[in-house]
């Protein structure tokens, strides 16, 4: 099955994702270890740079219109998945998207990803986290995406919808 260039970008980008997450873990945990510190932040070093080179390459991509508005659900499960080995992370997250078919552009959904990950590195040691993403349509249409592990972390962002959430 091909998935095609800008899926093989978002795959390579969450990868990146959740290696930066563990090199923030190792960081964290190794205490007054120098060599281990400096290897930490080599890790997370190398592969901010390499993401912005995907960056670059990205914005180079001819679009690809049968994917341009992909699917909410699949695509978090997708990148969430990467961080079943993460140290810290001991349960899956649970995901809420209304409406379960719910599309976006692949930009609204990059940042979706990230906000998510982020979230999951943040809980990390914590119960599951809840991931729950709604469109509201109160005043002008937006995307409403809330992250909650039941332990004191809970985090939202409201993001300007427009015409493209299908």
Same mark, same amino acid.
């Given at each position: ?33 120098a ?8 890790? $997370? ?19 690809d ?15 969430? $998945?990467? !961080?079943?080995?993460?140290? =810290?992370?001991?349960s ?5 998207? $209304? ?45 409403? !995406? ?17 015409? $493209? =959430?299908?």
């Amino acid at each position: 099955m091909s998935i095609g260039l800008a899926g093989l970008y978002e795959e390579i980008g969450q990868a990146l994702t959740a290696l930066r997450a563990n090199a923030a873990f190792l960081l964290r945990k190794s205490g007054g270890q120098a060599d281990l510190q400096a290897a930490a932040r080599d890790v $997370e070093t190398q592969g901010a740079a390499i993401d912005r080179r995907l960056r670059v390459l990205q914005r180079q991509l001819p679009a690809d219109s049968a994917d341009a508005s992909p699917a909410v659900l699949p695509m978090l499960h997708v990148a969430l $998945e990467n !961080w079943q080995d993460v140290p =810290g992370v001991t349960s899956p997250p649970v995901l809420h998207v $209304e409406p379960p078919t719910l599309r976006l552009s692949r930009t609204m959904l990059e940042t979706l990803c990230q906000l998510s990950c982020q979230a999951l590195a943040l809980s990390a040691g914590g119960p599951a986290l809840r991931v729950s993403v709604l469109i509201d349509f109160q005043d002008s249409p937006h995307l409403c !995406w809330s992250a909650d592990n039941g332990a004191g972390l809970r985090l939202t962002a409201r993001l300007p919808l427009g015409a $493209e =959430g299908t």
